[in-house]
């Protein structure tokens, strides 16, 4: 089992920034790849960005490329996702979650935070 917890989320206008934290607890994340969703009002949830804890290797989805960065703290077993450059279309509730990398899907999910950004 690995127990997500999604901080950081608020009200912020355009053109700001905030920090995401997802705190993981339960198993050595090492073998986990660790991603960031996203859920707007009457939409699917989204892909934003993984990480392969290992490696430090990312994947970004195109609409937050340059603006989004994700990483981690390796002692604080935490992931971060920093937003620069927040659009109104950025808002939505954020996911934080977690599947072992040979897996396809994300079996483990943080209870969401939500992101407001104003116009």
């Known amino acids: 089992q690995v127990l997500l917890v999604e901080s950081g989320g608020g009200l912020v206008q355009a053109g700001g920034s905030l920090r995401l934290s997802c705190a993981a607890s339960?198993?050595?994340?090492?073998?986990?790849?660790m991603g960031w969703f996203r859920q707007a009002p009457g939409k699917e949830r989204e892909f934003v960005v993984a990480?392969?804890?290992?490696?430090?290797?990312?994947d970004y989805a195109d609409s937050v490329k340059g603006r989004f960065t994700i990483s981690r703290d390796n002692a604080k077993s935490t992931v971060y996702l920093q937003m620069n450059s927040l659009k109104a279309e950025d808002t939505a509730v954020y996911y934080c979650?977690?599947?072992?990398?040979?897996?396809?899907?994300?079996?483990?999910w943080g209870q969401g935070t939500q992101v407001t950004v104003s116009s």
């Open positions: 979650a977690a599947r072992p990398y040979y897996s396809q899907a994300y079996g483990y």
């Open positions: 339960g198993r050595t994340l090492n073998n986990y790849i």
């Open positions: 990480l392969r804890w290992g490696t430090g290797s990312t």
